[in-house]
Nanobody, 114 residues
Framework: QVRLVESGGGLVQAGGSLRLSCAAS????????MGWYRQAPGKQRELVAT???????NYADSVKGRFTISRDNAKNTVYLQMNSLKPEDTAVYYC????????WGQGTQVTVSS
């Protein structure tokens, strides 16, 4: 059974940092594309960052230069380092995996206070 479990969310002041983790089980992260989405109240889900199997990464314009997606294949885990956080980054953040099937985590809340 494939599971993606996010952690690392919380409450932080504007300008602060958080690192989200997404631990995968039942599937190998290194051979699949991975990404992070977020959804704020009343808004559509937004693709924040992606990481391809070849190491290529892409970011939403709203987070470029502030967020970094990375992998630790030995731990079968993907991370999202978030720096210089803004109140508009407040959302539930979801990890996702794209392979033969697509999988989602349960989400972790990030709240940035002004």
């Amino acid at each position: 059974q494939v599971r993606l479990v996010e952690s690392g969310g919380g409450l932080v002041q504007a300008g602060g940092s958080l690192r989200l983790s997404c631990a995968a089980s039942g599937i190998t992260v290194s051979i699949n594309a991975m990404g992070w989405y977020r959804q704020a109240p009343g808004k559509q889900r937004e693709l924040v960052a992606t990481s391809g199997t070849g190491g290529r990464t892409n970011y939403a314009d709203s987070v470029k230069g502030r967020f970094t997606i990375s992998r630790d294949n030995a731990k079968n885990t993907v991370y999202l380092q978030m720096n210089s956080l803004k109140p508009e980054d407040t959302a539930v953040y979801y990890c996702c995996l794209w392979g033969l099937n697509n999988y989602w985590g349960q989400g972790t809340q990030v709240t940035v206070s002004s």
